[in-house]
């Protein structure tokens, strides 16, 4: 192939030296300039390239021909390659006068192509994580033969692979190389043929600011007290957790250095207020690996307030705050406060708002922690705590947080695929003022009675008990009647004490374990196993307690919906179970995943405690959403 090359390039000063220009030159060609200078083209590709005659108003045309043609021919500048190998494709003036060319390389062709998967044989497009993250790449070709893999990664600041795929980004400590919080780069795998591709990587993504004994996301504006002195820190995600950035390297820029300044001390930076309130600054940080700066928050002196709120997680139907007075625990949750949570940044409109009475047991001795339930999804809200001591009432500053998006997805016939989420439910959308929780699902009311509400409607239920009463499921015939609505496909195991919160479904009681079941997952396609993602939110009514999913095959349940529903349905809890640990009590509403194997068309799923039957708290339990995806179909 070099031999090829270097005669086709010898060659290229000979087509321009031929060129006669002995003509007194009225009406000739002064130069032929091409759209494109070189091509590379597949054999049997085609490519077009056009030629100008100059001076344009000549209207002259172009006679093609190609220097080698058994590489590649030409006919009204369109070009086929023909076989491997490099030629040039001249475009001569119609007048003889003027030459141009170009160089034209042809490749063999594509056999197959090259696919960069995940661990469980997904195709990936791009992958994003942190320093020392490491992921487990295979590549595939679409001829389905094996073939010998090479792979690289084009700058290893942002990660290094082994020939066996293995990733790991970033570059890690303790090595000579500096540690990279942001870089990116491409990794690469090409077969023993050339044939390849490769993805975008990128290493360490921002997560936030550490201010104080706070984390706030990126974007999120951040208020501060005048005269104040905080501890500041850029956090990057880690494997479990945040983690900090040490101070030697990242470097803070700010948009306002009059009403604010950042002093390093020791290891550690400080941001310092000053003295006058209304006033804001951006700020930005620049890290190892960065191209730019970028800015994460806008920081913003307010009033003093005696409270400090702080945003700590979300789910697409909750909020969770948290707050402190600056003394103690202690401290915090002796005194009564309310919570209040808003519609709009002015705080004119209420969503909800709720009174605690000091010393609430909801904290165990723990930091005062406040979950919002029954949210929209994907929606913007604000938060505000208010100390109501003797009357004197110490408010903090208002800050927002945003549910997440949740799309619901109900269990069809068709069959599906790897990768496609096959259920989705957001109970915060079946809090008990909608209409699919009024039609699909009675309730008791001071004891058990099922007859305390003659109307079942939505408007009745929510005048009696309030539009965030927590009531029971049960076998209220008169109140199930649409079977089509979403949780009436769901079902209750051996014990019935399901209960419909505004946000979530809480299981109870304290004597014995109650589960919540699926539908059946009916377009896992037929005669194969399935590989499944779950991924909920839920909270324990103790820290410890252990919640399983379970896979419920060939056994059939009788739905909410069913009007013969005996609530005598065995559940199974011996094979095929993955379970949890709740690290926090009732107001630690946490993020789990876990992975089941084995699943056919028409199991479900069942959620619960570990056993039917069992006399403790940790029984009691609440899930708030839960997402089944396909991983992998065997």
């Known amino acids: 192939m070099k031999r090829i090359i270097i005669a086709a390039i010898l060659l290229l000063p000979a087509l321009f030296a031929c060129t006669d220009n002995s003509g007194d030159g009225k009406g000739s060609a002064t130069d032929v300039v091409l759209s494109r200078d070189n091509i590379n083209l597949m054999v049997g590709e085609i490519a077009t390239i056009t030629a100008t005659v100059l001076p344009e108003s000549l209207g002259m045309g172009v006679v093609w021909s190609v220097l080698d043609d058994q590489y590649a021919e030409v006919k009204d500048g369109v070009i086929t390659g023909k076989a491997e190998g490099v030629t040039y494709v001249v475009a001569t003036s119609a007048d003889g006068y003027q030459k141009a060319a170009c160089m ?55 990660g290094t692979v082994s020939q066996e795929g293995r990733l790991t980004l970033g570059a890690l400590p303790g090595k000579d190389a500096a540690y990279v919080y942001d870089a990116s780069s491409y990794v690469r795998v090409v077969t023993e043929e050339e044939f390849g591709t490769r993805i975008p990587i990128r290493s360490s993504l921002l997560n936030g600011l550490q201010l104080g004994d706070y984390f706030n996301s990126v974007g999120t504006p951040i208020m501060v007290e005048k005269n104040g002195s905080y501890p500041i820190a850029v956090l990057y995600e880690g494997e479990y957790k945040p983690l900090s950035i040490p101070a030697d390297d990242v470097k803070f820029e700010l948009s306002n250095t009059d009403d604010f300044s950042i002093v390093k001390e020791g290891n550690q ?26 800015e994460v928050a806008e920081i913003v002196i307010d009033k003093e307030y005696p409270i400090t709120a702080s945003f700590v997680r979300a ?20 005194k009564p406060y309310t919570v209040y949570l808003y519609k709009n940044e002015d705080c004119t409109e209420l969503e909800v708002s709720f009174s605690i009475s000091a010393g609430n047991g909801c904290w165990n001795s723990r930091q005062p922690c406040y979950v919002f339930t029954g949210l929209a999804p994907g929606t913007q809200y604000w938060f505000k705590v208010v100390d109501t001591t003797s009357g004197d009432s110490k408010e903090s500053a208002v800050i927002s947080a945003t549910t ?39 309730y008791d009311v001071g004891g058990n009675s099922s007859s ?116 005598k349905d065995k559940v199974n809890l011996t094979s095929n179970v993955q379970s949890i640990t709740f690290t926090g009590g009732i ?48």
């Open 104 to 158: 034209v390389s042809v490749n063999p062709p594509v056999r197959y192509t090259v696919t960069i998967n995940n661990e469980y044989g997904m195709p990936l497009s791009a992958l994003y994580g942190y320093p020392g993250m490491v992921v487990n790449l295979s590549a595939s070709t679409s001829d389905g033969e094996v073939h010998r893999f090479t792979w690289s990664v084009d700058d290893e600041a942002a």
């Open 587 to 634: 107001t630690n509403l946490e993020e789990f995943e876990v992975t089941l194997e084995g699943v056919v068309k028409g199991d479900r799923i069942a959620f619960g405690p570990e056993a039917e039957k069992k006399e403790t708290n940790s029984n009691m339990m609440l899930i708030s959403d839960m997402t089944i995806q396909i991983l992998e179909l065997l």
């Open 315 to 334: 789910s697409s139907s909750t909020l969770t705050f948290t707050w402190t007075e600056k003394v103690s625990v202690d401290d915090d949750i002796s």
């Open 452 to 567: 305390s509400y003659m109307s079942r409607s939505a408007a009745s239920f929510e005048k009696t008990t309030g539009k965030y009463a927590q009531r029971q499921l049960t076998e209220q015939k008169t109140a199930i009647k649409e079977s089509g609505l979403r949780i009436a496909k769901w079902a209750q195991g051996y014990y019935n004490r399901l209960y419909v919160g505004p946000g979530y479904i809480f299981l109870s009681t304290y004597t014995y374990g109650v589960h919540l079941i699926t539908p059946a997952l009916n377009n896992i396609p037929e005669g194969v196993l399935a590989k499944l993602k779950i991924t909920f939110h839920a909270a324990g009514y103790v820290s410890g307690g252990k919640a399983v999913m379970a896979v419920q095959h060939g056994t059939s349940f009788n739905e909410i919906s069913s009007g013969t529903q005996t609530n």
């Open 269 to 294: 930076y400080k941001l310092i207020t000053g003295a006058k309130a209304g006033v804001s600054t951006k700020i930005s940080v620049i890290m190892p690996g960065s191209a730019e700066k970028i």
């Open 404 to 442: 997440e998006e949740f799309n619901i997805v109900m269990v069809s016939s068709e069959p599906a695929s790897e990768g496609d989420i096959i259920l989705a439910e957001d109970f915060g959308q079946m809090c008990w003022g909608a209409d699919e929780i009024s039609q699909a699902a009675g």
